[in-house]
């Protein structure tokens, strides 16, 4: 089976740096991806996980744990338009098969 | 740009009506998927399709079918569509190939009564 757990709700102030876990049990793993989904609109790719280790992409860093099951999507210099769903999903065995989402952690950004 | 477009953004069926929900991909992707969203449940795979004239069952096939007759088209069908069906539907596509994203469409919003 596979499960897939992350914070149901954060809330952080602009211009702060919130950190939203993922944790998960997958029979295989072939890589962590984030999705960005705002009210109403599609999931949107942000970062994608294979190796252990840190990947930055501006405002956006994820790292993953292999070991650990763990993944972590970083946002800094927070802005009111990251208020949004952030979705952790994981890709087992084999290789080609599609993506296993968590529920998604909403994030609110206050002034 | 990858796009990947749903027949409709708002949907009203009433109990027992067939209810054809059509994705359109421009980027030959091979991999499509249908998903549906609903509040605390998340995103649960529905169907998917590696390629023309295949499919394949996802978490919760039960109510639904597809069809794939075109690379670029996906169609997700309720035979008799139910109250418990209202929900978002979201389509998907990629490449094969476990580095590659899924780009979704903006979903279609249905509601049955």
């Known amino acids: 089976g596979q499960n897939i757990d992350q914070p149901t709700e954060m809330t952080a102030t602009e211009g702060a740096i919130v950190q939203i876990n993922c944790t998960y049990q997958t029979s295989g793993f072939n890589g962590l991806f984030w999705y960005q989904q705002h009210a109403g609109e599609a999931p949107t790719f942000l970062s994608y996980n294979v190796l252990d280790g840190l990947e930055e992409k501006g405002r956006f860093s994820s790292f993953l744990s292999r070991s650990k099951g763990y993944s972590y999507l970083l946002l800094k210099e927070l802005q009111m338009k990251d208020s949004a769903s952030y979705l952790c999903?994981?890709?087992?065995?084999?290789?080609?098969?599609?993506?296993?989402f968590g529920k998604g952690t909403r994030l609110s950004v206050i002034a | 740009d990858v796009k990947v477009t749903q027949s409709s953004r708002y949907l009203v069926k009433r109990t027992g009506e067939k209810v054809f929900l059509e994705c359109v991909q421009d980027m030959d992707h091979e991999n499509m998927f249908w998903y549906r969203q609903d509040p605390g449940l998340g995103l649960r795979l529905i169907y998917f399709s590696y390629d023309v004239k295949m499919k394949e069952k996802g978490d919760i096939p039960e109510g639904y079918s597809v069809s794939r007759e075109k690379k670029e088209r996906f169609s997700l069908i309720l035979e008799s569509a139910s109250t418990n069906q209202t929900s978002m539907y979201l389509c998907?596509?990629?490449?094969?190939?476990?580095?590659?994203?899924?780009?979704f469409g903006p979903g279609t919003r249905l509601t049955v009564t």
């Open positions: 998907a596509s990629s490449f094969p190939g476990a580095a590659y994203e899924q780009y």
């Open positions: 999903a994981v890709r087992g065995n084999p290789g080609n098969t599609p993506l296993v």
